[in-house]
């Protein structure tokens, strides 16, 4: 099949190199040159594992190219993927404007083609978005009739660090769709999959995404409530935890305590499902609930941290792992953000290292960042594990205590063995170890 995508992020590179790898013709769209000339030469615009080596073997192949000629691919192909980024306004709403921009495109293209196009929005979109914004853009700027065009909704479910494990091996396929057209290209499309395949009307289709992603979010603070009581009756919350995750009911997934969900999902998405219900006069105090434990975890960190030390103002505070969870370079509502902007303003000299997400925090914050972990807990007061990759869980914690000149350590993510760590002269603190 012809396929095209719109928008070059995680999404839409993870979706057109597992497509041109199940051997259909895929052509990546973007308005950024610089994205597609990377692209073309086999490079990944994000870091993220498995991705690069998947999009060199899709043009080895020629079943992958990107394009800036997004009207000329859309109208070559038989279906167009929407994959642009839905940010989020200071209430939770959602900005609509890359969708619009990414439909009235798409409304252009099709102009001058016979026969049938089917549209797929991929990005995550509230309710109605699908029917009542996308479908009715194209329309009126391609001029067809509806019976022409298939219009569907399906979601991602991947996660950032395993996003090709996740698009090769899906737990299940939403197929959202408003017409026959959507319905029968989503399936022979998807037809090599043979997992669960879930056919729903577009809106479905959207809420099903929002759902997903705020229950897990809810499921993260829940632990996390839990855990902070645990701190207080001096109860290992690794111990419920397991407790917990032998009911087949709640499983095991999920339920690790630490500084918080972050990331370009859980966080958006939980706001804008809730904005979504508060513009529909619905209220929706589990989000809430959510989002304002999630806000706590970090505070709880700097607080661990102040106890130890005293006094933060002019300590030397090396913070480990600044991207939201390994294996993504993505730093976007990263825990770490908060626990560096609340100690610098009670004035402690921060330090940082993240072996993937250095360059994308420094936009953020402008701190002094060490190409290794050593470096950065050189003749450090405290330090602050606030990502769980493996260089930090393979740390030779004896050195990290020669090379500091305290021994306070806050693991924010529970990476060590807490025992071997006290073992070692450190005075270790986690989330959730009483």
Known sequence: ?????????????????????????????????????????????IFEPGLEELIQEGIKTKNLIGSIE?????????ITFICVGTPSDKDGNIDLSYIKSASSTIGRALRDKSGEHTV????????????????????????????????????EFLREGSAIHDAQNPDRIVIGYADEIAKKTLNDLYEPYKCTKLECIPRTAELIKYASNSFLAAKISFVNEIANMSNIWGIDFQEVAE??????RISAEFLRAGAGFG??????????????????????????ATLEVNDIQPKIIVKMAEERLGIIKGKKIS????AFKPDTDDVRESRSEIV???????????????????????EIIDIPMMPTPELATEKADCVIIMTEWNIYKNLDLRSLLE??????????????NAKEAEKTGFDYKTIGLG
């Open 120 to 155: 797929v929005v991929k990005s995550t979109v509230v309710p109605l978005t699908t029917e009542d914004v996308v479908m009715p853009n194209i329309l009126k700027k391609s001029g067809w009739k509806r019976e022409k065009l298939g219009i569907g909704m399906n979601p």
């Open 70 to 78: 997004i009207e000329q691919h859309v109208r070559n192909s038989d």
């Open 263 to 288: 990331g370009s999902c859980f966080p958006k998405d939980v706001k804008a499902l809730a904005a979504a219900a508060k513009n529909s006069n619905v209220e929706s105090l589990m989000l809430k």
């Open 319 to 322: 913070i480990l792992g600044l």
């Open 243 to 248: 407790g917990m995750g032998l009911d087949s």
């Open 1 to 45: 099949m012809k396929v095209s995508v719109i928008g070059t992020g995680y999404v839409g590179l993870v979706t057109g190199a597992t497509l041109a790898d199940l051997g259909n013709q895929v052509v990546c769209l973007d308005i950024l040159e610089e994205k597609i000339d990377l692209l073309n030469s086999g490079k990944s615009p």
């Open 403 to 416: 090379r500091m000149n305290g021994n306070v350590l806050i693991d924010g993510r529970r990476t060590l």
């Open 340 to 362: 560096i902007k609340e100690l610098i303003e009670k004035g402690a000299e921060v330090t940082a290292h993240d072996p993937e997400g250095m360059a994308n925090f420094k």
